[in-house]
Protein backbone atom coordinates (compact mmCIF):
# COMPACT_ATOMS: atom_id res chain seq x y z
CA UNK A 1 0.00 0.00 0.00
CA UNK A 2 1.43 3.52 -1.13
CA UNK A 3 1.05 6.12 1.46
CA UNK A 4 1.84 9.68 0.47
CA UNK A 5 1.71 12.81 3.26
CA UNK A 6 2.16 16.56 3.07
CA UNK A 7 3.38 18.82 5.53
CA UNK A 8 3.83 22.21 5.48
CA UNK A 9 0.64 24.52 5.48
CA UNK A 10 -0.28 27.08 7.57
CA UNK A 11 -1.05 30.75 7.91
CA UNK A 12 0.64 33.14 5.79
CA UNK A 13 0.40 36.84 4.98
CA UNK A 14 -0.79 38.14 1.40
CA UNK A 15 3.39 38.27 -0.37
CA UNK A 16 4.58 35.86 2.03
CA UNK A 17 6.29 32.24 1.22
CA UNK A 18 5.54 28.60 2.28
CA UNK A 19 6.80 25.50 1.24
CA UNK A 20 4.86 22.22 1.12
CA UNK A 21 6.13 18.84 1.31
CA UNK A 22 5.11 15.60 0.33
CA UNK A 23 6.51 12.40 0.82
CA UNK A 24 5.51 8.90 -0.43
CA UNK A 25 6.11 5.54 1.67
CA UNK A 26 8.44 4.95 -1.35
CA UNK A 27 11.06 6.63 -3.85
CA UNK A 28 10.26 9.39 -5.76
CA UNK A 29 11.28 8.24 -9.10
CA UNK A 30 8.87 5.23 -8.73
CA UNK A 31 6.38 7.22 -9.99
CA UNK A 32 5.64 8.63 -13.46
CA UNK A 33 4.57 12.35 -12.06
CA UNK A 34 4.09 13.45 -8.90
CA UNK A 35 2.13 17.07 -8.58
CA UNK A 36 0.30 19.36 -6.36
CA UNK A 37 -3.52 20.03 -6.70
CA UNK A 38 -5.54 22.41 -4.43
CA UNK A 39 -9.16 22.71 -3.43
CA UNK A 40 -10.62 25.80 -2.37
CA UNK A 41 -14.11 26.13 -0.68
CA UNK A 42 -16.71 25.78 -2.97
CA UNK A 43 -14.76 25.11 -5.91
CA UNK A 44 -13.31 21.57 -7.52
CA UNK A 45 -9.70 20.62 -6.97
CA UNK A 46 -7.04 21.93 -9.66
CA UNK A 47 -4.03 20.82 -10.80
CA UNK A 48 -1.26 23.17 -9.31
CA UNK A 49 2.16 22.23 -10.30
CA UNK A 50 3.36 18.85 -11.84
CA UNK A 51 6.57 17.20 -12.46
CA UNK A 52 7.38 13.84 -14.59
CA UNK A 53 9.94 11.63 -13.73
CA UNK A 54 11.90 13.27 -16.41
CA UNK A 55 11.98 16.65 -14.45
CA UNK A 56 9.71 18.05 -16.97
CA UNK A 57 7.45 20.93 -15.10
CA UNK A 58 3.88 22.28 -15.61
CA UNK A 59 2.20 25.01 -13.84
CA UNK A 60 -1.42 26.19 -13.81
CA UNK A 61 -1.41 29.87 -15.25
CA UNK A 62 -2.31 31.98 -11.85
CA UNK A 63 0.96 30.22 -9.94
CA UNK A 64 3.11 30.26 -13.15
CA UNK A 65 6.12 32.44 -11.62
CA UNK A 66 5.36 32.11 -8.51
CA UNK A 67 5.34 28.75 -7.41
CA UNK A 68 8.06 26.12 -7.88
CA UNK A 69 8.04 22.39 -7.85
CA UNK A 70 11.01 20.45 -7.08
CA UNK A 71 12.42 17.00 -5.68
CA UNK A 72 14.73 16.38 -2.93
CA UNK A 73 16.57 13.92 -3.67
CA UNK A 74 18.04 12.98 -0.54
CA UNK A 75 14.76 13.69 1.70
CA UNK A 76 13.15 12.08 -1.41
CA UNK A 77 10.59 14.59 -1.38
CA UNK A 78 8.42 16.44 -4.04
CA UNK A 79 8.05 20.18 -2.93
CA UNK A 80 6.11 23.21 -3.73
CA UNK A 81 7.80 26.27 -2.86
CA UNK A 82 5.36 29.26 -2.83
CA UNK A 83 5.73 32.67 -2.97
CA UNK A 84 4.41 35.70 -3.04
CA UNK A 85 1.16 34.45 -1.78
CA UNK A 86 -2.59 35.65 -2.44
CA UNK A 87 -5.77 35.39 -0.56
CA UNK A 88 -6.95 33.45 -3.35
CA UNK A 89 -4.19 30.45 -2.95
CA UNK A 90 -6.03 29.83 -0.16
CA UNK A 91 -6.67 25.96 -0.60
CA UNK A 92 -6.41 22.76 0.91
CA UNK A 93 -3.64 21.24 -1.13
CA UNK A 94 -3.08 18.05 -1.92
CA UNK A 95 -0.17 15.52 -2.94
CA UNK A 96 -0.87 13.20 -6.37
CA UNK A 97 1.37 10.56 -7.26
CA UNK A 98 0.99 8.58 -10.12
CA UNK A 99 2.40 4.98 -11.55
CA UNK A 100 -0.39 4.41 -13.22
CA UNK A 101 -2.72 4.22 -10.44
CA UNK A 102 -3.03 7.14 -8.61
CA UNK A 103 -2.28 8.03 -4.61
CA UNK A 104 -3.62 11.09 -2.90
CA UNK A 105 -2.34 12.69 0.36
CA UNK A 106 -4.95 13.83 2.95
CA UNK A 107 -4.38 17.45 2.26
CA UNK A 108 -2.18 20.20 4.27
CA UNK A 109 -4.42 23.55 4.62
CA UNK A 110 -2.78 26.98 3.11
CA UNK A 111 -4.23 30.23 4.80
CA UNK A 112 -3.56 33.69 3.14
CA UNK A 113 -4.50 35.87 4.88
CA UNK A 114 -4.13 39.25 7.14
Known amino acids: QVHVEESGGGLVQPGGSLRLSCAPS????????MGWYRQAPGKQREMVAR???????NYTDSVRGRFTISRDNAKNTVDLQMNSLKPEDTAVYYC????????WGKGTSVTVSS
Open 96 to 103: NAARGLSF
Open 26 to 33: ISIFSFNA
Open 51 to 57: ITIGGTT
